[in-house]
């Protein structure tokens, strides 16, 4: 390789950093942050902050699917979203985790729709999916539309 050639990618490899470090702090400071053990619940665009520990938890026990059809049994204490949000009028709720994951719920979901504590984060399941894919562990935020 010609001194040329090396200098043009060095110059492209420089560049691509130095756009993936403003595209990553653009991101990591638009993100919104839950205190530790703490669930964001959003409603109109107000959040408010609650624990699990602040609602009288039932045990669940649930087995769920995957897309491949393998079956994983669920159990611990938690409570229903619906116990969560209250009286609020929806169309929509999503649930995020730490990741961005989301899963959607809707108001048919809300017999169904468990926030389960797993090992000091929460996680959501909806009985009776026959796929896992609202599945949400480390759920840190909920927002109601």
Known sequence: MNKKVKLILSGVILCLALITSIVSATYLKGRKSTPENQIAVSVNAEDK??????FKLSSV???IKNK???TKH?????VLIRDIIGSVSFTEITVIS??????ALTSDDMENAWLLSDEGTARLIVKGDENSKRDVKNVVRIEVK
């Open 98 to 103: 730490d990741d961005e994951y989301r899963a």
């Open 49 to 54: 902050f609650i624990s699990l520990s602040d």
């Open 68 to 70: 491949k059809g393998e």
């Open 61 to 63: 026990s649930e087995d």
């Open 74 to 78: 669920i159990e611990g204490d938690g």
